[in-house]
């Protein structure tokens, strides 16, 4: 499976941005998928992981009511939605593709990272 995530760059505080992710190469049945972000030396936090019927999981908290994820399966893509963006959102995004065990998202596998970066 090859995730290619597409849509960063550099954005003012307040503003929005889309983040889009494709995955090549998996089977036909789709899978879930999610976002996680890291800043150097820091662990990736999750973000926000969807199912393959739409039903969201949420990660962290000070993302909670400004992100919003969403899904093509038709065209195997996830969508991250980044409102009024602040400058602690500056980070490298990460789109994964996993499972659910339970309620708790499991990614399995990474996209390269693409970076956002929030500034005045």
């Known amino acids: 499976v090859h995730l290619v995530e597409s849509g960063g760059g550099l954005v003012q505080p307040g503003d929005s941005l889309n983040l889009s992710c494709v995955a090549s190469g998996q089977p036909f049945t789709p899978y879930p998928m999610g976002w996680f972000r890291q800043n150097p030396g820091i662990d990736p936090e999750f973000v926000l992981a969807?199912?393959?019927?739409?039903?969201?999981?949420e990660g962290i908290d000070s993302v909670k009511g400004r992100f919003a994820i969403s899904r093509d399966n038709a065209k195997n893509a996830v969508f991250l939605h980044m409102n009024d963006l602040k400058p602690e959102d500056t980070a490298l995004y990460y789109c994964t593709l996993g499972y659910y065990a339970g309620t708790y998202y499991h990614p399995t596998n990474w996209g390269q990272g693409i970076q956002v970066t929030v500034s005045s």
């Open positions: 969807i199912n393959t019927n739409g039903v969201h999981t």
